[in-house]
């Protein structure tokens, strides 16, 4: 985005996005080679970039629209002979770009380009925050922030939602109990995700009447082994809140564990499992008169570079095993670990809901679950809605560069 600097009154050229990018450094010469163009910074760091990106990058309305940021220009129908055929370093910092055969000069904002950098390692243009893996010992209980200061506040929403991304779980407190406050914490974020369970969905005992339609088990009193929930998606829910509204019942704690952790154990420690874990597929399906979806995943899908990406433990909807003979017996070992640790002590973090309590946790790779309750006894009811990762993450970079704006501001 165009702007000027606070503090040295200079105008930047516009950028190919709606970000501010803080001038930490000013190019001290610029040359080219007609293909590449070489920045010498102040600090003493060089950057190359290529003649084709810059062009592709440059903010002018033929390449990006001024209103909505997107390309309307398409960089295979440059010039296949474009070159760079001047570079100049203006008065305020910027670098100006003249591209042969067009004779087009451009103005490219010195904070963007430094930023941009690639000829120097690849820079971080996700956004990604690292996880945490945590067991029992090492996080007791969830990262724990004021509902309400989340929603007056960005800086404290940004707080917490960058703890979220860490450690995959947080807990708001003081979240009126009203039936659709999970929607508007959702909301606050992005994007709630719809599902054959509802918008919104409650998690508490189904009346008499309506029990011999129940479609989960959730919808009964019994102990909920840990799990993620629909599996049984191509897509598996990237975020699940739980707001509690009531909870004068005996028993029914929550559950959560960091499938991630569990996953290093078994990595750690034996190889046929995790082969088994990683390798071999369940084929998940939901149950229900009304829908049917079916996927096939293992328990632990890795990324492209070896390390769990989500956990796939929709372990009340697996369908029969449909897989090599001789994978049989480990596919079930492979479960039988997976699920010994992750029930076990080591691993899982149990607390008592308190009305009011929202925990919004990363559904690919937090299992949640319960132990039984007493439904003789008070009343136990939740309500919650899933969301992806991404809203969350999206949410964390609007949150961020609003921050950067402020303080250049
Ligand atoms: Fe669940």
Redesign the pocket.
Known sequence: MAGTDAQSGRAWPPTPDFDTWPVEHLPAGATTDGRIVTVAWDDGRVSRYHAIWLRDNATEPGTHSPVTREQVGHPWDLPADLAVSAVAVAENGSIEITFAPECRTVAYHPGWLRALDYSNGRHDDLGDIAPTHWDSRRLAAPPTFDGPACMDRDGALLEALEALMEFGIVRLRGVPTDETEVQRVAERIGTIRNSNFGFLFDVKTAPADSRKAADSN?YFSGA?AP?T?LATREYEPGLQLLHCLVNTTRGGRAVYVDGFAVADRIRQTDPDLWRAVTQIEWTFSNRSPATDYRWRAPLVVLDKNGDPREIRATTFLRGPLNVDFDDVEAAYAGLRAFQTLAAGEGFAMTFDYAPGDLVAFDNRRVL?GRTAFDEAIGERALKGCYMEREEVLSRIRILRRAKRANRAA
């Open positions: 959730a909920l799990h929930d949640h």
